[in-house]
């Protein structure tokens, strides 16, 4: 029956058609505006579940392709469709920001109408940038997403917000515009094209490529974000409500990730060959250096914040890695490196999500971040105390949760190019437990530290609801990562086959 | 039978599930009943297994259960190995673990978080079956990591006591340091066979065999060297070998039945397990049977002196466990894995026995565990006493008892080994067996005999536990005695492991202890020759004299040796050395770079230093717009005079 809808727009505009529908709800009546972002969000997620159901795994040409002229004069395109690096990554969103409307139920008084919308039309805007082929197209999609944050921050913020908010903006926008100037040398190049598989298909020399691949770097390591330009990430975090943090943890995230496999492999793949050094360098860097920052965080969300940006060095350690691993005689364990750095976007977003909404749950009691504040949470809120024990667990990778999933293959992919790069990234094992696990104790364990935490209430259904979702999803995805390694396999097999083709 | 296997692991599973969610609902008697009977069922099905493999000789099975993953052409699978290893550990974990699920209706009969302790028990033994039952290196380390996490809740089950919860962080990243050897290790297997499954990797490990690699560059290792230490490094975190030992003494802050089934009886011998069902990989190295057999020394000999100064009841037995521990990976050195099993099966019960005794002392006492406060206790406590002194017997090796059989294999085995440091270990475990009897009997004294020291107020109180208490002490008293008689010949001479344990012929080790085998009653005949049995002799009559005789002794030499004693007391101060190089170096480091690496140089210089110069150079040129219509025509023509200039001079 869906056969002739053009499904994949639909997921993109609902939710922005639906947020403004929101807006236009206002707050005159309280529970108005989050009953219908609540309906559209569910919708949304319904919708993309076709995706995933209706995906052909057998093959990596891009699927739900719509494609119309849009601005004729450029020979730009309203031109999407999906294959299997982009379709988890946008149930991931639809998912996400379903739990995102049911933790802001109450939590949000404050202007909530714009707020519920504000989320909404960022959904549409990241689904939108994960399924453009068009390279406008996509990059208004990636720009058009920062304002929502943007505001999000700076409205519903901490007190330092506008420090955060400028930072945010600056560090994304100042890598995007790099991006914009490589992409229209590209169009020039190719004849006056901006899809993205023309760049795909263009001949370029080496220099040509390194400066391509390194104007795609700034964006898209900004992103990510990599060491050493990642320090907007724990200062946005820290500023930003609840769900602000999840949707930046859970998805914005990614998008670098993402950009690293649509454009810098496939476009560069010389370059990148050259350069993996740096990545690699840049990424262990991440899992180590950040691992033992996080370890002095006084503040959970600083913490948690530092976590991602190591858990995130994994995913480009392993999209990098794999030309390493092309080197060595056999080359098995290239498509192992780049699945493991997929899973791990997807398993991150999860984990992170779940964590940030943990220290939320607890803010909105204590309104304190605070480790010190805290002490003890187990003794009078022993069912969060249960959830947050197994989301620390799962950020510590225990196997079984997934956040074992992506480092487990990414760790055994890099042994393959070198035992000191596997050494390293494996330190990770003990880093992600001190880090987590100290917090946890600080926090959950030990007898009441202090009256606040005495007079804490444990969680409520709603609460209960949401943290279950996101449990399920952990559990689901460590016990049988086979339903979503699948879906990669032939789109993974075509890149690597792309990529060890030189285009010089 | 399929599907008996799957039923295994699942009742213990669906007992942990049901008491864990639905403790509230089903009360504090249903949560009991629930996790016995899925346990029992566990239990009385791998009896089953066992008599299938054991008597009927049932062929091996080794499927998969489902495919985990399928990636880069290999098959990540979650399945099932049923061999004769198998068997027995299932028999040996639902077993213990039956009779501690028991046990701790009366231990931990008043403590307000009964269920979860009850679910967490039934999930340790569902994660320690899925472990053992595993027919590939994947799930054997998710089961590793799981009885990890049972281990870590379990420890800080207290969640109030400050030492609780030290002792359980402190546990699992010693763990992960383990762990973290381990995985590298799969990953070493994993890149050179192209598998995860044992057989195969086993047929495929001549490929590791004849390949080398470089770790540090110009020197050459072979690969299945590499393999088998990584993997070896997992098997030292998970059954406390030095130096990865400090977490097990902390350990004993957890509730007494999980010191017995989890820190005692099953979850440290996993080490010991997974390096005997890797014998095909470890035979193929002389150098990490030499490592592993100098670890495993090591520990038995320097573990075991520390019990001698401990006062805690249950810190005695976990030293002593850490030395027992050592002997089974000695044996592993030698390339006695059968005696090396052997020891795991008779030490999980005599142990766990003997926790559980002591969990029964230190109920009667009120929740006291310092043995200079007890003594006397033989007239108030008569079963604990027995099965105490069954236990302590056994442990000790006293010729018939269980651990008499395994032991004395084991040493038979080192003597006969022929790995480079089989001399040193040979030594170690000999002065072990004095040193094992002394501390045994030196609590056992304390504790049971002579003078009565606790307060008046819990001697009044004072009485043999519960039916439900000493019904498990005997049940696991019978088996400390007669298991050795019944299955020395069967386990380690008849065949038992030829399909699951592989060993090279030259080392001969274990042939030798076949040929002095004669037969159980020549076996236990043969003490009556000058051996170890004597030097147990010596260290229970040595106990006897200091401790109950002329207590005076044990002050003098106190005093007299004090540096060594201080060295004991302080347990080579590893946990010192690791809580100054590790622990404040990590914290130190972070903070280098979080002030340093981000604030400072990132965000000051750099990034704040990039809007700070922008800002800087903005504050100059801004003079330059003064706004005053002379300075601009005065700029404006000093421009011209130099274009012009420019132009016609060049």
Known sequence: ?504 | MESIYLAIPLASLLGAVLAGFFGKQIGRAGSHWVTILGVGTSFVLSLLVLKDVAIDDAPIYNQALYTWMVSDGIRFEVGFLIDSLTALMMVVVTGVSLMVHIYTIGYMHDDPGYQRFFSYISLFTFSMLMLVMSNNFLQLFFGWEAVGLVSYLLIGFWFTRDTAIYANLKAFLVNRVGDFGFLLGIAVVLMYTGSLDYYEVFDRADRMLFATTQVIPGVDWTVITLACILLFVGAMGKSAQVPLHVWLPDSMEGPTPISALIHAATMVTAGIFMVARMSPLFELSETALSVVIVIGATTAFFMGLIGIVQNDIKRVVAYSTLSQLGYMTVALGASAYSAAIFHLMTHAFFKALLFLAAGSVIIAMHHEQDIRKMGGLKKYMPITYWVSLIGSLALIGFPGFAGYFSKDAIIIATKNATVPGAGYAYAMVLMGVFVTAFYSFRMFFLVFHGEERMDKHTKEHLHETAPVVTFPLIMLAIPSVIIGWLTIETVLFGGYFDSAIFILNEHGAMAAVADAFHGPLNFVLHALYPGPAYLAFAGVGAAWYIYLKKPSIAEQAKAKFGFIYNLLDNKYYFDRFNEIVFASASRGIGNVLWRLGDALMIDGLVVNGSARLVGWVSGIVRHVQTGYLNHYAFAMITGLILLLGWAVLG
């Not at chain 1, 987590?436 to 804490?456: E, F, H, P, Q």
């Not at chain 1, 609460?463 to 399920?472: N, R």
Request: aromatic share 14%.
């Open chain 1, 1 to 504: 029956m869906y056969a002739d809808w053009p499904l994949l727009s639909l997921v993109i505009w609902t939710p922005i058609i639906g947020g403004i529908l929101v807006l236009f709800a206002g707050d005159k009546e309280p529970s108005g505006a989050r009953k219908i972002a609540l309906v559209v969000s569910i919708v949304t997620f319904l919708l993309s579940i076709p995706l995933y159901s209706q995906f052909n795994t057998d093959t990596h040409l891009v699927q739900f392709v719509e494609r119309h002229s849009w601005i004729p004069a450029f020979n730009i395109e309203y031109f999407i469709g999906i294959d299997g690096i982009s379709m988890p990554l946008i149930l991931l969103t639809s998912f996400t920001t379903v739990i995102v409307v049911i933790s802001a139920w109450e939590v949000i008084q404050y202007r909530a109408s714009q707020y519920f919308a504000a989320f909404l039309i960022m959904e549409g805007f990241m689904i939108g940038t994960f399924s453009a082929l068009d390279s406008i197209l996509f990059y208004i999609f990636f720009e058009a997403m920062l304002i929502p944050m943007f505001l999000v921050i700076g409205i519903w913020g901490g007190a330092n917000r506008i420090y955060a908010t400028l930072k945010f903006f600056l560090y994304t926008f100042i890598g995007s515009v790099l991006m914009l100037v490589a992409l229209i040398y590209m169009y020039n190049k190719s004849d006056g094209s901006f899809a993205i598989f023309d760049f795909h298909h263009l001949p370029l020399s080496m220099t040509e490529q390194i400066l391509i691949f390194l104007a795609f770097l700034v964006a898209f390591a900004v992103k990510v974000p990599m060491w050493p330009v990642h320090t907007w990430l724990p200062d946005a975090h820290v500023e930003a409500p609840t769900g602000g943090s999840v949707i930046l943890a859970a998805i914005m995230l990614k998008i670098g990730g993402y950009g690293f496999l649509r454009f810098s492999l496939p476009i560069t793949p010389d370059a990148s060959a050259e350069l993996d050094w740096l990545i690699i360098t840049m990424s262990l860097t991440a899992v180590v250096y950040i691992g033992f920052v996080a370890l002095v965080q006084q503040d959970m969300k600083k913490l948690i914040a530092y976590s991602s940006i190591a858990h995130m060095g994994f995913v480009t350690l392993g999209f990098f890695i794999v030309f390493r691993i092309m080197d060595v005689d056999d080359a098995q364990g290239s498509a192992l490196a780049l699945e493991g750095g997929m899973v791990q976007m997807v398993s991150h977003g999860f984990i992170s999500g779940a964590m940030f909404l943990c220290v939320g749950v607890m803010y909105d009691r204590m309104h304190s971040r605070q480790i010190a504040d805290y002490g003890g949470v187990a003794n009078t809120m022993p069912v969060f105390a249960a959830f947050m024990v197994f989301f620390a667990m799962a950020n510590a990778g225990l196997p079984g949760t997934s956040g074992f999933v992506g480092e487990f293959m990414v760790i055994l992919a890099s042994f393959k190019a070198s035992f000191w790069i596997a050494f390293l990234a494996a330190l990770t094992l003990i880093l992600g437990a001190a880090y987590t696990l100290w917090m946890v104790k600080r926090v959950v364990y030990g007898g009441i530290g202090n009256d606040n935490v005495k007079a804490l209430t444990d969680i409520n259904k709603r609460e209960v609801l949401f943290l279950s979702l996101l449990a399920i999803a952990v559990l689901v995805l460590g016990l049988w990562p086979d339903p979503l390694v699948n879906v990669m396999h032939a789109t993974i097999d075509n890149l690597l086959n792309h990529i060890t083709l030189s285009k010089i």
